[in-house]
Structures are given as structure tokens and as C-alpha cells.
């Protein structure tokens, strides 16, 4: 099972960019998706969450602006981020979950850089 994130680079404030997760190999009874990001000196911290393909969460610093979706029949997500600022600026990750199973599905990460 390998997760790939993508569309992550070089935006300036204000701008937009749209993450994309992709999975290969099966994956099964997942609940839970959510993109994650770090920046530098910094904890992983979440950004967003989807559970269940219904109920979202999205930390307050991005909330308004970043947007999470999904492709429950490719187990695909995304992530639409606009009025980017420059504390955006990390490695995101994307996260699959299979919370009954305690089986956790990590992407290797994309850069995203905000510039002012």
C-alpha cells in the first residue's frame, strides 16, 4: 500500500494550490482522511480531517480557506487551499485511516512554500 501526495510548490500570499493524495495497492475500510502538514522546528499538526465521508474538521487557522474532499471509489483526497499565507508554508501529508483496524496510512509528504 503506498500513498502519494502531490501539487504542492511555490505560491506566492494569496494564491491557490490544490493537493492531491493517490493511493495503490488495496486499502480497505478506511473512516478516516485527513492532511496533515509540519513546518520547520515545528510538531505535525492537523489540518483537515474528513470521517466517514461526512463529518469534516479543519484547524481554525485554515478554516474559510482550505477545502477537503474525496474520491471514495479510488480512496483518492485532495486538498483545495486558497488565500494562502506564508504560515502555511510546510511538508503536507496526507493520512489514511482504518480506526477499527488501528491501521494508520501515511503519504510521503509535499512541499508547500508561501512567499510574501
Known amino acids: 500500500v503506498q500513498l502519494q501526495a502531490s501539487g504542492g510548490g511555490l505560491v506566492q500570499a494569496g494564491g491557490s494550490l490544490r493537493l492531491s493524495c493517490t493511493t495503490s495497492?488495496?486499502?480497505?475500510?478506511?473512516?478516516?482522511k485527513a492532511w496533515w502538514r509540519q513546518a520547520p522546528g515545528k510538531q505535525r499538526e492537523l489540518v483537515a480531517a474528513?470521517?466517514?465521508?461526512?463529518?469534516?474538521d479543519y484547524a481554525t487557522s485554515v478554516k474559510g480557506r482550505f477545502t477537503i474532499s474525496e474520491d471514495n471509489a479510488k480512496n483518492s483526497m485532495f486538498l483545495q487551499m486558497n488565500n494562502l499565507k506564508t504560515e502555511d508554508t510546510g511538508t503536507y501529508y496526507c493520512r489514511l485511516s482504518d480506526s477499527r483496524a488501528g491501521n494508520d496510512y501515511w503519504g510521503e509528504g509535499t512541499q508547500v512554500t508561501v512567499s510574501s
Open positions: 495497492g488495496g486499502i480497505s475500510n478506511i473512516d478516516s
Open positions: 474528513r470521517y466517514n465521508g461526512v463529518i469534516t
